[in-house]
T-cell receptor
Framework: AQSVTQLGSHVSVSEGALVLLRCNYSSSVPPYLFWYVQYPNQGLQLLLKYTSAATLVKGINGFEAEFKKSETSFHLTKPSAHMSDAAEYFCAVSDTGGFKTIFGAGTRLFVKA | NAGVTQTPKFRVLKTGQSMTLLCAQDMNHEYMYWYRQDPGMGLRLIHYSVGEGTTAKGEVPDGYNVSRLKKQNFLLGLESAAPSQTSVYFC????????????FGSGTRLTVV
């Protein structure tokens, strides 16, 4: 069965520093992978997605993620953190049948001035 | 440009009371979902629908019922509310292809006392 593991429930970075949020997946078929962002008191918003077209995926707000099959990873990065990036981030994988998406537990990003 | 609309946004119920949460989408999406979000547990799928008139159980369906009589609406019902159902509920919709991400509503915060 498909599953997603996000390493670290909380990550804290200084403004201007590199952001790295880790995600590892388990899938019995070629996966479709997603990152979502949730700002306080809002619903989730799609940040980027991997659908096998390219291993390096660029998303909104300067975020990108790289699909590494050998490591079963899909880590999210941003070169320079901004205060407005403070939010919770969810990695997700589509299930085998393609009807449902399985979400990780989330990583809350704190950005220090 | 409404997207996914959830009503109500907040509700307090007494144990044993019933209520219905309404989700409406204006994007002509085939698939619709109800998730609950609890601290440290990510999003857990309650029920979902892959088209008008269809419903299916997700990961945590007990105590909930759903209906999809019209394509644009997906209703979540609690027949006899319990304190364990205190949560934030999110509705989402998606096109009928696995490489599309979800569009989420802004959530309903439900407290059962």
């Amino acid at each position: 069965a498909q599953s997603v593991t996000q390493l670290g429930s909380h990550v804290s970075v200084s403004e201007g520093a590199l952001v790295l949020l880790r995600c590892n997946y388990s899938s019995s078929v070629p996966p479709y992978l997603f990152w979502y962002v949730q700002y306080p008191n809002q619903g989730l918003q799609l940040l980027l997605k991997y659908t096998s077209a390219a291993t390096l995926v660029k998303g909104i707000n300067g975020f990108e993620a790289e699909f590494k099959k050998s490591e079963t990873s899909f880590h999210l990065t941003k070169p320079s953190a901004h205060m407005s990036d403070a939010a919770e981030y969810f990695c997700a994988v589509s299930d085998t049948g393609g009807f449902k998406t399985i979400f990780g537990a989330g990583t809350r990003l704190f950005v220090k001035a | 440009n409404a997207g996914v609309t959830q009503t109500p946004k907040f509700r307090v119920l007494k144990t044993g009371q019933s209520m219905t949460l309404l989700c409406a989408q204006d994007m002509n999406h085939e698939y619709m979902y109800w998730y609950r979000q609890d601290p440290g547990m990510g999003l857990r799928l309650i029920h979902y629908s892959v088209g008008e008139g269809t419903t299916a159980k997700g990961e945590v369906p007990d105590g909930y019922n759903v209906s999809r009589l019209k394509k644009q609406n997906f209703l979540l019902g609690l027949e006899s509310a319990a304190p364990s159902q205190t949560s934030v509920y999110f509705c989402a919709s998606r096109r009928d292809s696995v490489n599309y991400g979800y569009t989420f509503g802004s959530g309903t915060r439900l407290t059962v006392v």
